[in-house]
């Protein structure tokens, strides 16, 4: 079975610092999502990143997908307290989403 | 953008009592529906995939008795917590896969917090 592995498992910045998350599976990512939730709370949808090499930003949040499509970063620039939350990387597994164990931000003012 | 609603948002209820929980597509036909769970400081477990008209497909580990999947429509899944114990406290979170156009995106609904007491 694919497994998404993320890291750090949580993260502590200074309000305005960068940061990034990373989502590595052990196969090839077909569809790679990036989710954003805080517990007991809905996912937001933030990125998809299908092709090798594809670059997606929103904001001031980026997402790339590596040439190879196994690995996966996530990259904060500037942080603010409303980035705070749990990030997850999520992989389509024959038609289910599957996700990473996710990591949890803390943005300190 | 398509969206998923859940009902209850949360639910408290005895030990030993039933719980259903509602996933509906407002404004899409959902051919396929997915029941996640998560613990506090965990991330999301696929708990089974639903198709409509058939019958669930449970993750390894998953008591099919216990938790009760129906998908009667394309825009209404239900789970339902038969004999609720509190280690089945968690928070439950649907999706649904618009079936057309050969989507492949889940949309989420928001949750339910079940908490047993």
């Known amino acids: 079975s694919q497994e998404l592995e993320q890291s750090p498992q949580s993260l502590i910045v200074q309000e305005g610092k960068n940061l990034t998350i990373n989502c590595t599976s052990s196969?090839?990512?077909?569809?790679l999502y990036w989710y954003k939730q805080k517990y007991g709370e809905g996912l937001i949808f933030l990125m998809m990143l299908q092709k090798g090499g594809e670059e997606k930003s929103h904001e001031k949040i980026t997402a790339k997908l590596d040439e190879k499509k196994q690995q996966s970063s996530l990259h904060i620039t500037a942080s603010q307290p409303s980035h705070a939350g749990i990030y997850l990387c999520g992989a389509e597994v024959f038609g289910d989403m599957r996700f990473g164990a996710g990591t949890r931000l803390t943005v300190k003012p | 953008g398509a969206v998923v609603s859940q009902h209850p948002s949360w639910v408290i209820c005895k030990s030993g009592t039933s719980v259903k929980i509602e996933c509906r597509s407002l404004d899409f036909q959902a051919t396929t529906m997915f029941w996640y769970r998560q613990f506090p400081k965990q991330s999301l477990m696929l708990m089974a995939t639903?198709?409509?008209?058939?019958?669930?497909?449970?993750e390894q580990g998953v008591e099919k008795d216990k938790f009760l999947i129906n998908h009667a429509s394309l825009t209404l899944s239900t789970l339902t917590v038969t004999s609720a114990h509190p280690e089945d406290s968690s928070f439950y979170i649907c999706?649904?896969?618009?079936?057309?156009?050969?989507?492949?995106?889940?949309?989420f609904g928001p949750g339910t917090r079940l908490t047993v007491l």
């Open positions: 639903s198709n409509e008209g058939s019958k669930a497909t449970y």
């Open positions: 999706s649904a896969r618009d079936g057309s156009g050969g989507a492949y995106e889940q949309f």
């Open positions: 196969k090839t990512l077909y569809g």
